[in-house]
């Protein structure tokens, strides 16, 4: 049974930084594509990120890009999510998922979900 845990989430300023991480156990974590999600309050869940097997594809969606960056460990069983210059607009659960994603993706483009970690941005 696949399992993903997510950490690093917590309150920041505007403009600040954060490092999320999702430590993957249960199934073959360099054979999956990955991506972070989120959902603000009231809103729909966004795609925001998604990275291929060894990295070979990396995609954002716009509200991020240029300010996030998606990475992997294979070694460790790790996604990472770097986020730069946060705004308060960035609060929200952030989620990894086992899955590709992308700008025209639907739920069934995920199989294994984590928790979810809390980022909130504000002064």
């Known amino acids: 049974q696949g399992q993903l845990v997510e950490s690093g989430g917590g309150l920041v300023e505007p403009g600040g930084s954060l490092r999320l991480s999702c430590k993957v156990s249960g199934f073959s974590f360099s054979r999956y594509s990955f991506s972070w999600v989120r959902q603000a309050p009231g809103k729909e869940v966004e795609w925001i990120s998604g990275?291929?097997?060894?990295?070979?594809?990396?995609t954002y969606a716009d509200s991020v890009r240029g300010r996030f960056t998606i990475s992997r460990d294979d070694a460790e069983n790790t996604l990472y999510l770097d986020m730069n210059n946060l705004k308060p607009e960035d609060t929200a659960v952030y989620y990894c998922a086992e899955g590709f994603g992308g700008s025209s993706w639907t739920r069934d483009d995920f199989g294994f979900w984590g928790q979810g970690t809390q980022v909130t941005v504000s002064s």
């Open positions: 990275i291929k097997q060894f990295s070979r594809d990396i």
